[in-house]
C-alpha cells in the first residue's frame, strides 16, 4: 500500500483558498487517490476522488500531476467549519476490490476568522 | 448516497465486561467492511477487516480473542470488545464500500463512531 505524507498541520483565514498537498511517491498503477475530511468524535466524511489530472465538485478540487506522486485538495473560500482534519488516502478500487484504506497522519486545518 | 450506521455511539461499561458494537450498511450491500479505533489526536488506525461469511483478518498487532469480528450478513457486521480494560478506551469505527456503483469510482463510506470508555 502507497504511503502518504501530509503536512501535520495548516493555519488560513475565512474566506481564503486552502491548497494541502499529499505525497504519495510510491502509488501504483490501479491505485486512486482519495481525500477525506473528519469533524472530532465523527467517522471520515468522502471529499473527493481521482486518478489523474484535474477533478472538481461542489466542495473541492483535486489536482493530480502528471507523474501521480503527489496531489493537492485545493478549498474554495474557506469558512471557520471547515475546520477539521484531512486525510489523503491511496488505495485500489473497483467493483471486485476489497482493498484496506490505511491512514496517514492527516492535516489539521485551522481556519481563523 | 451510501449510509453506514453504527450503535451505539456512546457505550461506557466497567472494566471485564465485553461490549459488543454494530456496522450496518443501510442502503447497499457490504461484503466487506473495515474496524478502525482511534485515540485522542491520533490517526484511525486499521483493526481488521471484516469478510460475510468468513473469519476477519486482523492487522499486525490486534489481538483477534480481544476483538472479536462477526460478519453475519451482507449488511451487519460486529465488533466484540471481550474483557474490557481502560486501555480499550477508544473511538471505534467502522466502514464499508458500496460496490453496487460505478466499479471505478466506489469509495468508503464510514459509520459515526462508537466511543467506548471502560472504567
Known amino acids: 500500500l502507497a504511503k502518504t505524507t501530509q503536512p501535520i498541520s495548516m493555519d488560513s483565514y475565512e474566506g481564503q483558498e486552502v491548497n494541502i498537498t499529499c505525497s504519495h511517491n510510491?502509488?501504483?498503477?490501479?491505485?486512486?487517490i482519495t481525500w477525506y475530511q473528519q469533524f472530532p468524535s465523527q467517522g471520515p466524511r468522502f471529499i473527493i476522488q481521482?486518478?489523474?489530472t484535474k477533478v472538481t465538485n461542489e466542495v473541492a478540487s483535486l489536482f493530480i500531476p502528471a507523474d501521480r506522486k503527489s496531489s493537492t485538495l485545493s478549498l474554495p473560500r474557506v469558512s471557520l467549519s471547515d475546520t477539521a482534519v484531512y486525510y489523503c488516502?491511496?488505495?485500489?478500487?473497483?467493483?471486485?476490490?476489497?482493498?484496506?484504506?490505511?491512514f496517514g497522519q492527516g492535516t489539521t486545518l485551522q481556519v481563523k476568522p | 448516497g451510501a449510509v453506514v450506521s453504527q450503535h451505539p455511539s456512546r457505550v461506557i461499561c466497567k472494566s471485564g465486561t465485553s461490549v459488543k458494537i454494530e456496522c450496518r450498511s443501510l442502503?447497499?450491500?457490504?461484503?466487506?467492511m473495515f474496524w478502525y479505533r482511534q485515540f485522542p489526536k491520533q490517526s484511525l488506525m486499521l483493526m481488521a477487516t471484516?469478510?460475510?461469511?468468513?473469519?476477519?483478518?486482523?492487522e499486525q498487532g490486534v489481538e483477534k480473542d480481544k476483538f472479536l469480528i462477526n460478519h453475519a450478513s451482507l449488511t451487519l457486521s460486529t465488533l466484540t470488545v471481550t474483557s474490557a480494560h481502560p486501555e480499550d478506551s477508544s473511538f471505534y469505527i467502522c466502514?464499508?464500500?458500496?460496490?453496487?456503483?460505478?466499479?471505478?469510482?466506489?469509495?468508503?463510506?464510514f459509520g459515526a463512531g462508537s466511543r467506548l470508555t471502560v472504567l
Open positions: 466502514s464499508a464500500r458500496d460496490t453496487g456503483g460505478d466499479s471505478g469510482a466506489n469509495v468508503l463510506t
Open positions: 510510491n502509488i501504483a498503477t490501479n491505485d486512486y
Open positions: 481521482g486518478y489523474k
Open positions: 488516502l491511496v488505495g485500489p478500487y473497483g467493483s471486485s476490490n476489497t482493498g484496506k484504506l490505511i
Open positions: 442502503d447497499f450491500q457490504a461484503t466487506t
Open positions: 471484516s469478510n460475510e461469511g468468513s473469519k476477519a483478518t486482523y
